[in-house]
């Protein structure tokens, strides 16, 4: 499943619907680890991070900053429920991605 979603001031994803597919109650705990510029959140009891009250994934600040993230960014969100993992691609990694893609198809820097 794919969807987008902006992130509001406090670091909110607006839509729900992705955290609902994902089996996700409000109060469930949630691991948000970072790396390599994209945001991996799964369900885990000894998470930090919970599903808030409303149904919605709030991001941690650090982590929106690590990111880049700012109110009113678009993320392309990917979840797959069977290996119970949310994944979070901020503006920076998707325009690396796009990047690498036109470098493979056109060969050297896209211009």
Sequence with gaps: MYR?????SSGRLRDRSII???GWEPGAR???RQGGGVIAVR???QGV????GQGHLLLPSAVRHWCGLSAG?????TADPA???LVVYPPMALDEMIAQAERA???GDPT
Excluded: E, H, Q, W
């Design 49 to 52: 991070f919970t599903v808030t």
């Design 30 to 32: 949630l691991d948000i």
């Design 83 to 85: 290996a119970n993992l």
């Design 73 to 77: 960014d678009r993320v392309l969100l």
């Design 43 to 45: 369900c885990n009891p």
């Design 20 to 22: 609902g597919a994902m």
């Design 4 to 8: 987008l979603a902006s992130v509001d």
């Design 105 to 107: 198809v056109l060969g």
